[in-house]
């Protein structure tokens, strides 16, 4: 089955740095791939996808890196800001015919002003 | 624009209780519709998808049900709740089928259920 995991479960950066999320899968057949936000007591909001016929999409301080090679995905943010303190998860679809996604476990982010 | 609204945002609720957390979509038609849970350090665990009015699959074995009794409304209930229903809930929707390619799942902004 697949598996979908982050490589660091928290990350400390200093405002105005830039950060970077990873995500690996499993699943060869995995065509979709988003990244998600989620605040505290909040539901999860909707960053940037890209599919699998691309490798890199920017978004707005945000970029998507996708290596299907070896099944990885990372977001970078560019000039973190203490807004972007959040947990961070990617999702992946399952490659099956209902397009679902399986979602990762997240990555909490902290900005240090 | 689309919009997504769940509620209550939280809820407490005697174990042996029933259950009703209701979800709308305005802006959109002919959505789908998601329940996932939420529990602390894991990642969402699916729980029914509706692709229509009284379509409802269900992906885990639960004492919970789903219906959807209108295009943009998807609710999730109980008969009788059990403590390991306690969790965070989720409705979300996302553009019905079409094209090779997916689109994202929009989330509301959940309902924290305590079962005590």
């Known amino acids: 089955g697949e598996s979908v995991g982050l490589h660091l479960p928290t990350l400390s950066v200093q405002e105005g740095d830039n950060s970077i999320i990873n995500c690996a899968y499993s699943?060869?057949?995995?065509?979709?791939f988003i990244w998600y936000k989620q605040e505290s007591g909040k539901g999860p909001q909707f960053i940037i996808d890209?599919?699998?016929?691309?490798d890199k999409r920017q978004g707005q301080r945000v970029t998507v890196l996708l290596n299907k090679t070896v099944k990885h995905l990372s977001l970078q943010i560019a000039a973190t800001q203490p807004g972007d303190s959040a947990v961070y998860f990617c999702a992946v679809s399952d490659g099956g015919s209902q397009g679902n996604l399986i979602f990762g476990k997240g990555t909490k982010l902290s900005v240090k002003p | 624009s689309q919009t997504i609204h769940q509620w209550p945002a939280t809820l407490v609720q005697p174990v042996g209780s029933p259950l009703s957390l209701e979800c709308t979509v305005e802006g959109t038609s002919n959505p789908n519709l998601y329940w996932y849970r939420q529990a602390a350090g894991r990642g969402l665990q699916l729980l029914f998808y509706?692709?229509?009015?009284?379509?409802i699959s269900s992906e885990v074995p639960q004492n919970l049900s789903a219906s959807r009794p209108q295009d943009r409304q998807f609710i999730l209930s109980s008969k009788k709740l059990l403590l390991s229903d306690s969790g965070f809930y989720l409705c979300?929707?996302?553009?019905?089928?079409?094209?090779?390619?997916?689109?994202?799942?929009?989330f509301g902004n959940g309902t924290r259920l305590t079962v005590t």
């Open positions: 979300a929707w996302s553009v019905r089928g079409a094209s090779s390619y997916n689109s994202p799942l929009h």
């Open positions: 699943n060869s057949a995995s065509d979709y």
């Open positions: 890209i599919r699998s016929n691309m």
């Open positions: 509706s692709v229509g009015i009284g379509q």
